[in-house]
């Protein structure tokens, strides 16, 4: 069965320091995609990214950048120069191929906060 | 274009009551879900509709959980009767396809945040 492990429960950093959350992840499927969403303090979930087991190369969107590694089943997610509104909880997320449903499994979530 | 949209945004009432979340798809997508968050744990897959079709109900918890999807538009999730391990975040998420490839992002709407007391 698929799982999603977010190790940092929590994570506080001051405004301008970069910011890594870890993602590692399990499956037995060789095709799979692994997300990551950003829950604001309004409540909903914003999507970030979507990665497809078959492109490991890195992503870079603004100050976000993915590192994603087959070799240890991961996919980071980088904030470079955080600032007070990236304080959010963060979801990384996979879905295997052979789910028609295509339902993601979640981790637990990494609860950023970004001090001024 | 109005995102998936959900109501209510919380609800509180005693254990053995009765509660009806309603989630409106954003229009034209056939795939709507619920998730839900469980005391800070991590968002946990409940149901799969295409269109009015449950495709995969497999994540729903128990027969006190029913959803229904009339008409192939809104959803409703109803709890009945409500018990405390209830409590939590309950999240819709829509999309035209299913994630895949290239397609089928997800979009969530803020969630009814459900407190059985």
């Known amino acids: 069965a698929q799982k999603v492990t977010q190790a940092q429960t929590e994570i506080s950093v001051v405004e301008k320091e970069d910011v890594t959350l870890d993602c590692v992840y399990e499956?037995?499927?060789?095709?799979?995609?692994l997300f990551w969403y950003k829950q604001p303090p309004s409540g909903e979930l914003v999507f970030l990214i979507r990665r497809n087991s078959f492109d490991e190369q890195n992503e870079i969107s603004g100050r976000y950048s993915w590192n994603f590694q087959k070799s240890t089943s991961s996919f980071n997610f980088t904030i470079t120069a955080s600032q007070v509104v990236d304080s959010a909880v963060y979801f990384c997320a996979l879905s295997e191929a052979t789910d028609s449903a295509r339902q993601l499994t979640f981790g637990s979530g990494t609860q950023l906060t970004v001090l001024p | 274009e109005a995102g998936v949209t959900q109501f209510p945004s919380h609800s509180v009432i005693e254990k053995g009551q009765t509660v009806t979340l309603r989630c409106d798809p954003i229009?034209?997508?056939?795939?709507l879900y619920w998730y839900r968050r469980v005391m800070g744990k991590e968002i946990k897959f409940l149901l799969h509709?295409?269109?009015?079709?449950?495709?995969?109900e497999s994540g729903m918890p128990n027969n006190r959980f029913l959803a229904e999807r009339t008409g192939g538009t809104y959803s409703t999730l109803k709890v009945q009767p409500a018990e405390l391990e209830d409590s939590g975040v309950y999240f819709c998420?829509?999309?035209?396809?299913?994630?895949?490839?290239?397609?089928?992002?997800?979009?969530f709407g803020e969630g009814s945040r459900l407190t059985v007391l």
């Open positions: 998420a829509s999309s035209q396809e299913r994630p895949g490839w290239d397609t089928g992002e997800l979009f």
């Open positions: 499956t037995r499927d060789t095709t799979y995609y």
């Open positions: 509709f295409v269109k009015e079709s449950k495709q995969d």
């Open positions: 229009s034209g997508h056939d795939n």
